[in-house]
């Protein structure tokens, strides 16, 4: 019933750009705090961003920070990440992940989570 689906992912080159939503159903995503993860194979989960619930603050890891973007749109529903100068080592799977309270660099410590989508950087 509670769902997020993530979308967007594909293969671009280095320096392109690419947005990735976040949309979810069965709930209204504006009182949620979301944030975006990401994993590659052999590597550590990480957040890339997060934007707050309450005050709509944005957070960025200093590996995306300067390049990727975080928003809402609260009529759609939706969260975005616009990413953009992408590198190779952005290459993963992105992930949304909901959390009812404030933003987290925990994975375990949010509600839900999308099943992800893949972005792959290469030429």
């Known amino acids: 019933q509670l769902q997020l689906v993530e979308s967007g992912g594909g293969l671009v080159q280095p320096g392109g750009s690419l947005r990735v939503s976040c949309a979810a159903s069965?709930?209204?995503?504006?009182?949620?705090?979301i944030g975006w993860f990401r994993q590659a194979p052999g590597k550590e989960r990480e957040r890339v961003s997060c934007?707050?619930?309450?005050?709509?603050?944005?957070f960025y890891s200093d590996s995306v920070k300067g390049r990727f973007t975080v928003s809402r749109d609260n009529a759609k529903n939706t969260v975005y990440l616009q990413m953009n100068s992408l590198k190779p080592e952005d290459t993963a799977a992105y992930y949304c992940?909901?959390?009812?309270?404030?933003?987290?660099?925990?994975?375990?410590?949010?509600?839900?989570w999308g099943q992800g989508t893949q972005v792959s950087v290469s030429s």
């Open positions: 992940a909901a959390h009812h309270e404030r933003c987290t660099r925990v994975w375990d410590e949010y509600d839900y």
């Open positions: 934007i707050s619930s309450s005050d709509g603050r944005t």
């Open positions: 069965g709930f209204t995503l504006d009182s949620y705090a």
